[in-house]
Each structure stands twice: as C-alpha cells, then as structure tokens.
C-alpha cells in the first residue's frame, strides 16, 4: 500500500493549489486528475479582476487575496520556471453613459483614478463612452497546470485516471482507494462534485461559459480588454474572448447560439475584422451564495472538499488553499463565509 496524508481528486486550480499548499506544509499527497479537456480551470482565462459587475464593486476580499495570490504565484514560477501572474491594465470600454456614470461616482470616492485623459485604441475599439482602466492581472493556466503537473508526477505524486467514488473505502480515520491509503480524501473535483453523494446537499448553480479564441489583425496589446465581451492577449494578435454565462444548458460542448451571441459582442466592440480560430465551452463551479465550499464533512471528517470557486478561481484559490491546509493543520478556524457546514 502507498501511505499518504491526503488524496486529492482533481488537478483544476482548486486541486493544484490545495495540493501546493500541503506540499508546502510537508504534507505527503497523491493527487488523482482524469484531465478533462474541457474542465473550467483548461477552458477559463485566468483574469484577476479587483471589481465586480457593472457597479464597480471592489471584489470580495480582494485586499487580502490579491498579494497573497500574487506572492504564491511568484513563488510557484520560480519553482516551476514558468510565467505565472502577469499584471496587466484592464481596459474597461463602457457599454452606456450609465456604467461610465456609475464608473466616476466610484472614482470621486477614491477609489479609483479616473479614465484616460487621451484614449487609446481609437482606430481599433468602439468606444464612444470611453474607457476606465484598473490595475488587473492574468494567470497563465495553460503553463502552470501542466508544469505543476509534472511536478506532482516526478515525486511520484500524480495518477492519471477517474476517481470512481463508488469503490472508495472509507471510515472516520483513513480512506482506501485501489492501493492508497491515505487519513483523507479533499474532492476539488469542480463541477463533477454536483453527483458526489458525500456532498448531496450542497446548492451548486453550475453555469457554462462559452468562448472564441479570435485572431485581430492590428491589435497589439497586453491589456485586458472588457466591454460586454473581454479579450484577454494569447499570443501577437491573438485573443481569448468571452465568455457567456448559461444556467440552463443541455451539455458542455460549444453551441452555435453562444458563438452568434459571442461575434455579436465582438463586433460591438471592435472596429476592425477579426477571425474565429476556436469555440471552447466549460462549466463554473459556483455555489447559490457565490462563495467558496471548503471544509470536511460533518459526519465522516475524512472526507473534505475544496470548490465553489465560481467565476474567480484564480484569485480565490492560493489564499483559500492556505487557510484550509490552516484549519487541516488545526492552526485557523475556517472562515463562516466558506465553511461548507452552511449546507449540512
Ligand atoms: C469560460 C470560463 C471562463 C472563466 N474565466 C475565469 C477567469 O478569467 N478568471 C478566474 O479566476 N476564473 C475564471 N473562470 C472560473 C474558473 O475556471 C473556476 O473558478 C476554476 O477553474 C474552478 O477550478 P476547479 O479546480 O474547482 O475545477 P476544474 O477546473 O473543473 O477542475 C476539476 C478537475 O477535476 C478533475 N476531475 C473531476 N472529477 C474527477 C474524478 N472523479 N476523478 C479524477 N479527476 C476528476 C477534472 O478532470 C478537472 O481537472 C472561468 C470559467 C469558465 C468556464
């Protein structure tokens, strides 16, 4: 038998950096990741924004996640020799006179600096209300998870197939898959948690994002550009750009309706022409109360959970991991907000 500490199903950004952060605690784990092409943290564009919806909302707790996750990020580049975080200025165009209106309410408070004096973009974006920028960043998802990946595979600390949650053996003090024994298993399993009957209870409100990868000849930038649609940089004139966000869906495969919306968006926003070079879809982890699942069942405390990280799970995650490996440890008590209890 292998003896670890911890299992983890799932290797998205919950998985990746829960399992970090017991690394980092010296904690021995086995991660287990049956590497869904379409899963949220492969499909989503790593956008740190500080502020929320069109009012301009400071972000839940931005002031604390934000240096955190900025310092574990850091810390994982120079581990992993990969770019992580990029901070980037997110240019936000406004759709109306009322979001600008909303925009400089908030800016005469202070909280934030007023628009440009001189815009930029002007051949390129349709912007006839201007634009607000704020100080954004992004998080490579595309190398840090791979990179991670073969991480955890060099320690030996890496399977890659399904967790069948039926053949699991587990009692209050250990748990038993296949040849691992470990004292627990923490699902980061993202959306798949919704048919795991340990977490029955909890109220998901999973939704699905649709997004282009569009090719924009002559934009050349490292900004994040947002309107009603956002364009994230990939490459020299090539952007990710969405995404929808869809309750009632009948899969998590691309569809032409979201693709029409999608361009519509696009071309609202843009002056210039463009081309689609791909449609990717996913499903968002997100809880009814728009904040993280974490903890371990009341009644089997073997098995835990580390989800819900909806729309912003690269901001959540490095903070939210340390305080659960925190609580793991016996050092913290967790967080009310994002104690999973709330659902039993
Ligand atoms: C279109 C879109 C855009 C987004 N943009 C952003 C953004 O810009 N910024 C941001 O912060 N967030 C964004 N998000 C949200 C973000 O993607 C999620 O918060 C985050 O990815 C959730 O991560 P997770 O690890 O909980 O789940 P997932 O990424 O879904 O990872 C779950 C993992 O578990 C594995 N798994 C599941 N079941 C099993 C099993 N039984 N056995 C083995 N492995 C299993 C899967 O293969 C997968 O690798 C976006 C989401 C979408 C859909």
Redesign the pocket.
């Known amino acids: 038998m292998v003896n670890v500490d911890y299992i983890i199903?799932?290797?998205?950004?919950?998985?990746?950096m829960l399992s970090w952060a017991l690394w980092q605690a010296g904690k021995k784990v086995i991660v287990?990741?049956?590497?869904?092409e379409n899963?949220?943290?492969?499909?989503?564009?790593?956008?740190?924004n500080p502020v929320s919806g069109r009012r301009f909302e400071p972000a839940w707790m931005y002031d604390t996640i934000y240096p955190f996750a900025k310092d574990t990020y850091h810390q994982m580049s120079e581990l992993l020799q990969v770019p992580v975080l990029t901070e980037r200025r997110l240019w936000n165009v406004f759709p109306s006179q009322q979001m600008r209106d909303a925009f400089m309410k908030k800016a005469a408070d202070g909280k934030y600096t007023a628009l440009p004096e001189q815009l930029e973009y002007e051949e390129l974006l349709d912007q006839p209300y201007g634009a607000a920028v704020v100080q954004g960043a992004?998080?490579n998802l595309r190398e840090l998870l791979p990179a991670w990946r073969k991480f955890l595979q060099a320690q030996g600390a890496l399977r890659e197939?399904?967790?069948?949650?039926a053949a699991l053996d587990v009692n209050a003090e250990r748990v038993i898959y296949e040849d691992i024994i470990a004292q627990k298993i923490i699902f980061?399993?993202?959306?798949?948690t919704t048919g795991n009957p340990w977490f029955r209870t909890l109220t998901f409100l999973p939704n699905?994002?649709?997004?282009l990868l569009v090719r924009v000849p002559g934009l050349h930038t490292d900004d994040i550009i947002k309107k009603s649609i956002t364009l994230?940089p990939q490459g020299p004139e090539l952007f990710w750009a969405?995404?929808s966000f869809v309750w009632d869906y009948v899969d998590d495969l691309p569809t032409d309706k979201q693709r029409e919306i999608l361009e519509k968006s696009l071309q609202q926003l843009l002056k210039v022409p463009y081309t689609v070079e791909a449609q990717?879809?996913?499903?968002?982890?997100s809880g009814n109360d728009r904040r993280p699942m974490i903890g371990l069942h009341p009644e089997m405390p073997s098995v835990g959970i580390?989800?819900g990280?909806?729309?912003?799970?690269?901001?959540?995650?490095p903070y939210m991991a340390a305080h659960f490996t925190a609580v793991l440890q016996g050092d913290a008590q967790l967080m009310p907000e994002v104690n999973v209890n709330r659902y039993f």
């Not at 199903?9 to 990746?16: E, F, H, L, P, S």
């Not at 287990?32 to 869904?36: G, L, R, S, T, V």
């Not at 197939?161 to 949650?165: A, P, S």
């Open positions: 199903v799932g290797q998205g950004i919950a998985g990746t287990i990741d049956d590497a869904k899963s949220a943290s492969r499909v989503a564009a790593g956008i740190i992004t998080v197939t399904h967790v069948d949650i980061c399993d993202g959306v798949a699905k994002g649709e997004v994230v969405g995404s990717l879809a996913a499903v968002r982890p580390f989800n990280l909806g729309t912003k799970g690269c901001s959540l995650a």
